[in-house]
Each structure stands twice: as structure tokens, then as C-alpha cells.
């Protein structure tokens, strides 16, 4: 077996290795083909029908989704925020793609910064509420940094939100433009992550939480809808391997989330092997459907983690990403470091 790839026909079937512009995945170079295509038309006709679907893909993941908050940003700094025909998140990656969508990306990622790492949002000795989502949706989306729902609801992109329904174990992902909440609700239920908030939200009359047990970023969601070119952000390494959970944390998750719902520690337990099947799709060592192509953006040591709090990390973190997005779509910068959006161009 080759290092590089195995092919059939021409279409490369698993990849060891990123692409020259440094994105792992399945054909990756169509899909930035096919995004600079779009991005370099006039706007009068940019979302005229150019026989592509394009999706993008966001994974979250807590004080970790600064880190393709940072791969949003760079995209909207480039102009491209209504140019995805889809865009789907998981946990902290749907506000980051809610920002994007509402054209309020620079504003979106400094929530990471100077509104999350701190001991109000996150308090290890705060049992009942380790995460304050709460605070974070009425004090930061909702006050002073209030997410535009107007503006929102305005993009080209359809929101595709990820979350789990407690009570049955079921995975979901919810189209924002037929839901009947609030984008402010769905939002709420994406971050309300399992022990450490464990607050479920109300979603069509379902108990819903965070979506990355069962769905740790929406990639097969995006295929089985239509997507043909799908982007991804991932705040993980190429190389990250889901880790099988501790005793300690399966009696806590037994005993404050699951309640006696078997589907829903069924699909706890699972939760590793999942993940191992999503990551296989986006980064090529599994072959999507014939006609579908993948390219993936991962992050790079030395990241961060979950519950980083560190908000130099964090910044860091962020640009880096946010400058590997960039150059896996050819575009060419000056001393951008999150900003501002003139120093980054695409050009053709």
C-alpha cells in the first residue's frame, strides 16, 4: 500500500498525506477548486446555479472551537460567508458558524477570548454547573455581544445544527430555517454539553443537548443531503484517535445524563468508534459516495484543549488555524493575526 494513496480510477480512495495545499480528504483540490470558483464570480451572480452543492463543516467542541472559529473567520474575511449552500456545526462550532452566517464573525471569536476564558463561564469546583451556558447565552449571545438573528436569517447558507436528544439517545441535526425555536434556543441545546451543564433545552418537544456525542461534526449529514464539494473545519490533529471513556466518567455520565435511557448510553458508549468513522470520512482513509469530495483543514500541535482557559493559547490557537484555512484556499496575507479582514485577498 502506497503512502501517498490507494486510487480507483482516478479518484483517490485514502490519504496518508495533506494535498500541496495542505488539506487532507477525499479529491480535496476540487472542492477549492469548485469554492474559489464560486468565490471569484461577481457577487450579481454568485449564487446563480453552477451545478454544485457546496457545504461546510464545522466541528466545535468547547474552548477547543476557537480553533476553527478561527477557519470561519478567515473565510468571511475573504468574503465567503454566504457563498456555502450549507453550512452544518456541532457543539461550540455552531456559534462559531452562527457568527459567520451573521456577517459578525469578528465579533463571534472574541467570545473565546475575552468572554469564556475565565472562571465565570468555566468553574471545575462549580459541580451543579461546571460550564455556565447560561451565562454565555443571556449575558454574551443575547447582551453584549448579541448574535443578529435579522442578519442571520438573511444568508444564502442554510444552518444545519447538531444536538442529542436525552431522552432517547437519538442524534439530530435541525435545518434553523424550518425550525419552529429560535435560533437563540437551538444554539442554547448545541452548547449544553452532558455533565458539565447537563441542562437539557426543549426542541420540538424534545429534551435536547450537545450533538458531539452521537454526530461529532455533521459531515455524513451534509452527504445524505446533497452536498457535492463540503469543506471541513476540524479542531482536532489529523492524527487524533477518540479515546475510550474512564470508569469515573461512565458512572457520571450513568448517572446525571443517561437516567435509565438506553438509547442514550448507548449512544455514550459508542461515541469512540463514531468518531473513529467520522474522522476516517474527512480525512480520505474512508471513501465518501461517487461524486461527493471532501477537503479537511485540521489543527496542528501544539493545541488546545476543551477547558483551555489560557487566553493567549487560545488567541494563538485560533490564528494559526485561521492562516491554514487561508492558504488551503490559495489566498495570499500580510501580518493577519485574526485581522483585520484587508490584510487577506483571494486572488485568482
Avoid at 436528544?165 to 452548547?191: C, F, W
Wanted: charged share 20%.
Amino acid at each position: 500500500m502506497s503512502a501517498a494513496a490507494i486510487h480507483s480510477g482516478d479518484r483517490a480512495i485514502f490519504s496518508s498525506q495533506p494535498s500541496p495545499r495542505g488539506v487532507y480528504g477525499t479529491d480535496p483540490d476540487r472542492v477549492i477548486d469548485a469554492v474559489r470558483h464560486r468565490a471569484l464570480r461577481p457577487l450579481t451572480c454568485r449564487n446563480a446555479a453552477d451545478g454544485r452543492r457546496l457545504g461546510l463543516v464545522i466541528e466545535g467542541g468547547g474552548m477547543r472551537g476557537s480553533t476553527s472559529a478561527g477557519g470561519a473567520l478567515a473565510l468571511a474575511h475573504l468574503g465567503l460567508s454566504g457563498l456555502f449552500d450549507d453550512v452544518y456545526a456541532t457543539s461550540a462550532g455552531v456559534m462559531n458558524a452562527a457568527y459567520y452566517l451573521s456577517r459578525q464573525e469578528d465579533i463571534g471569536i472574541t467570545i473565546y477570548f475575552d468572554d469564556l476564558a475565565n472562571r465565570t463561564f468555566y468553574n471545575p469546583w462549580r459541580g451543579w454547573k461546571v460550564l455556565d451556558v447560561d451565562y454565555v447565552m443571556e449575558d454574551v449571545v443575547k447582551g453584549r455581544k448579541r448574535l443578529d438573528l435579522d442578519r442571520l436569517r438573511q444568508s444564502h447558507s442554510r444552518f444545519h445544527v447538531a444536538m442529542l436528544d436525552r431522552s432517547t439517545g437519538e442524534s439530530l441535526v435541525i435545518n434553523t430555517g424550518l425550525a419552529k425555536e429560535s435560533t437563540y434556543t437551538l444554539l442554547h441545546a448545541a452548547l449544553s454539553v452532558p455533565v458539565l451543564y447537563n441542562r437539557p433545552v426543549m426542541v420540538g418537544g424534545r429534551p435536547c443537548m450537545d450533538g458531539g456525542l452521537g454526530i461529532p461534526f455533521p459531515l455524513r449529514h451534509a452527504i445524505a443531503d446533497g452536498c457535492t464539494d463540503i469543506l471541513v473545519l476540524l479542531s482536532h490533529p489529523v492524527a487524533y484517535v477518540e479515546s475510550e471513556y474512564a470508569l469515573w466518567q461512565d458512572i457520571l455520565f450513568h448517572t446525571m445524563c443517561a437516567r435509565g435511557s438506553a438509547g442514550t448510553w448507548r449512544t455514550y458508549r459508542d461515541h469512540a468508534k463514531v468518531s473513529i468513522q467520522y474522522r476516517d470520512l474527512a480525512i480520505g482513509r474512508t471513501p465518501p459516495p461517487a461524486g461527493v469530495n471532501i477537503a479537511t483543514v485540521c489543527t496542528e500541535p501544539p493545541f488546545v484543549g476543551s477547558l483551555t482557559i489560557d487566553r493567549e493559547a487560545l488567541m494563538k490557537a485560533s490564528a494559526d488555524f485561521g492562516r491554514r484555512t487561508l492558504a488551503a484556499l490559495g489566498a495570499t496575507w500580510a501580518d493577519w493575526n485574526l485581522g483585520p479582514a484587508s490584510a487577506a485577498r483571494l486572488t485568482s
